[in-house]
């Protein structure tokens, strides 16, 4: 599986921005995506997940503002961001679980992060 994140910029606080995750190669096996973030000197962290049934689940520093949604089954999963603060900022990665048995051996695809400013 490649994944290819991208809609990242610079927003005034209280703007939106709407990334997208683009994957590509056996997505059939793609159990849940996710979108990831790591701010300058933090750890990086789960902001929010969505299932192959469609159940999404989000960081309490981001419910109410951020939605996470998909389309065309795992062709392309977007994070729309709104009402964005300062404290948002951060290189945001894409992340995919694929199974790969009915054991439930996995493997974890990552894309290449992109960076989202919150800024005055």
């Known amino acids: 599986v490649q994944l290819q994140a991208s809609g990242g910029g610079l927003v005034h606080p209280g703007g939106s921005l709407r990334l997208s995750c683009a994957a590509s190669?056996?997505?059939?096996?793609?159990?849940?995506m996710d979108w990831y973030r790591q701010a300058p000197g933090k750890q990086r962290e789960l902001v929010a997940t969505i299932t192959s049934g469609g159940n999404t689940d989000y960081a309490d520093s981001v419910k109410g503002r951020f939605t996470i949604s998909r389309e065309n089954a795992w062709n392309t999963v977007y994070l729309q961001m709104n009402s964005l603060k300062p404290e948002d900022t951060a290189v945001y990665y894409c992340h995919a679980r694929a199974v790969l048995n009915v054991e439930g051996a996995y493997r974890d695809h990552w894309g290449e992060g992109t960076l989202v400013t919150v800024s005055s």
């Open positions: 190669g056996r997505t059939y096996n793609i159990n849940s």
